[in-house]
């Protein structure tokens, strides 16, 4: 006598039965959805934004392809022959590449005094041979390294102007520069290379500290 017993068991004999596995079914389609969810941040964490145009401003939703202007995972590219201005002081992104692979020529960051630009990993200054990227803090602005990332050197400069550079992360390396402002916040250690000076003012808040190796040197205006 063949009949169903129970939900998920039928009965094949007098006393034998056998199990139905009725939990397959949903944990295949859990299995889908969990691919679907981390093939979805996948794609948020690797989002490109491209600067396009001449002399463009960030906050524009139109200097960027594609259209919008770009949130914090996003991965910043500003191609040769194209400046960008960061005019708005809630700028934020994952990385900046200025001209690491676009063609020979320079492409420009530059800033708008009183502007903000927090960035989470590095901001590269170049490529190879004459594939320039220049990082312009002329008119001030404060480009601030919430990551343990910070300014990468390749065929390009770095002008401090009356900028800040901020590192305001966690354990973080400061990068040998010579920097107009340098200001430390958050919280953790940042270890200060060899090489390092600042024109004006390091200033130290939060529950952040700074050391350097002993033996070496910087060179520091004022210290706050």
Same mark, same amino acid.
């Given at each position: 006598?063949?009949?169903?017993?129970?939900?998920?068991?039928? $009965?094949?004999? &007098?006393?034998?039965? +056998?199990?139905?596995?009725?939990?397959?079914?949903? $944990?295949?389609?859990?299995?889908?959805?969990?691919?679907?969810?981390?093939?979805? #941040?996948?794609?948020?964490?690797?989002?490109? +934004? %491209?600067?396009?145009?001449?002399?463009?401003?960030? *906050?524009?939703?139109?200097?960027? =392809?594609? *259209?919008?202007?770009?949130?914090? /995972?996003?991965?910043?590219?500003?191609?040769?022959?194209? /400046?960008?201005?960061?005019?708005?002081?809630?700028?934020?992104?994952?990385?900046?590449?200025? !001209?690491?692979?676009?063609?020979?020529?320079?492409?420009?960051?530059?800033?708008?005094?009183?502007?903000?630009?927090?960035?989470?990993?590095?901001?590269?200054?170049? @490529? =190879?041979?004459?594939?320039?990227? !220049?990082?312009?803090?002329?008119?001030?602005? =404060?480009? +601030?390294?919430?990551?343990?990332?910070?300014?990468?050197? @390749?065929?390009?400069?770095? %002008?401090?102007?009356?900028? =800040?550079? &901020?590192?305001?992360?966690?354990?973080?390396?400061?990068?040998?520069?010579?920097? !107009?402002?340098?200001?430390?916040?958050? *919280?953790?250690?940042?270890? #200060?290379?060899?090489?390092?000076?600042?024109?004006?003012?390091?200033?130290?808040?939060?529950?952040?500290?700074? *050391?350097?190796?002993?033996?070496?040197? #910087?060179?520091?205006?004022?210290?706050?």
């Amino acid at each position: 006598m063949n009949s169903w017993q129970n939900f998920g068991v039928v $009965k094949t004999t &007098e006393n034998q039965f +056998k199990k139905i596995s009725l939990m397959k079914a949903p $944990k295949f389609l859990g299995a889908i959805l969990l691919w679907m969810g981390v093939m979805l #941040i996948s794609q948020v964490s690797l989002a490109q +934004k %491209t600067a396009t145009g001449t002399n463009v401003n960030w *906050s524009s939703a139109s200097s960027w =392809t594609p *259209s919008g202007v770009p949130a914090a /995972t996003d991965a910043v590219t500003i191609p040769n022959g194209v /400046t960008v201005t960061v005019d708005v002081t809630n700028a934020v992104c994952a990385s900046v590449a200025i !001209n690491i692979n676009s063609g020979n020529g320079t492409g420009t960051l530059q800033f708008n005094s009183g502007s903000i630009l927090t960035c989470s990993g590095a901001v590269t200054l170049g @490529g =190879t041979g004459q594939k320039v990227g !220049n990082l312009t803090m002329t008119n001030g602005g =404060t480009l +601030k390294f919430s990551g343990s990332s910070s300014l990468v050197s @390749g065929a390009g400069t770095f %002008t401090p102007g009356t900028g =800040t550079i &901020e590192y305001s992360g966690s354990a973080q390396t400061v990068s040998a520069r010579a920097y !107009n402002n340098l200001a430390f916040s958050g *919280s953790g250690a940042k270890t #200060i290379a060899s090489g390092t000076s600042v024109t004006r003012l390091l200033s130290i808040s939060g529950t952040a500290t700074a *050391s350097i190796s002993a033996g070496l040197n #910087i060179s520091v205006d004022s210290l706050q």
